[in-house]
Nanobody, 126 residues
Framework: VQLQASGGGLVQAGDSLRVSCEAS????????MGWFRRTQGKEREFVAA????????LYTDSVKTRFTIARDNAKNMAYLQMNKLKPEDTAVYYC????????????????????WGRGTLVTVSS
């Protein structure tokens, strides 16, 4: 199983950016997908998740009105559209896949995931 995150970069505050995650080696339509981020000196934190059906989407409060998670089962891709970016959104963004049967709310925790990508760096300048 491989998860490849891409799309990170340097943007200015207020800009938009979309990061992508390409999955291979698993049955993508049967997995939940999540995005987490780690800021230097801090622990990795939950950002957003979508369940395997695509009907349940979860967000951390700080991004709820600005970020949108999406999935394209035909392409084995998950996306995180980030709008109105702020300097505090600067982080390495990781995608993760859940293959087990868990409650939706468990997608907010690292323990709910079976596979992780390497991450892509998003830097937001003020």
């Amino acid at each position: 199983v491989q998860l490849q995150a891409s799309g990170g970069g340097l943007v200015q505050a207020g800009d938009s950016l979309r990061v992508s995650c390409e999955a291979s080696g698993l049955s993508f339509r049967n997995v939940g997908m999540g995005w987490f981020r780690r800021t230097q000196g801090k622990e990795r934190e939950f950002v957003a998740a979508v369940d395997w059906t695509g009907s349940v989407m979860l967000y951390t409060d700080s991004v709820k009105t600005r970020f949108t998670i999406a999935r394209d089962n035909a392409k084995n891709m998950a996306y995180l559209q980030m709008n109105k970016l702020k300097p505090e959104d600067t982080a390495v963004y990781y995608c993760a896949a859940n293959q087990r049967s868990i409650r939706d709310e468990e997608l907010e925790f690292e323990e709910g995931y079976d596979y992780w990508g390497r991450g892509t760096l998003v830097t937001v300048s003020s």
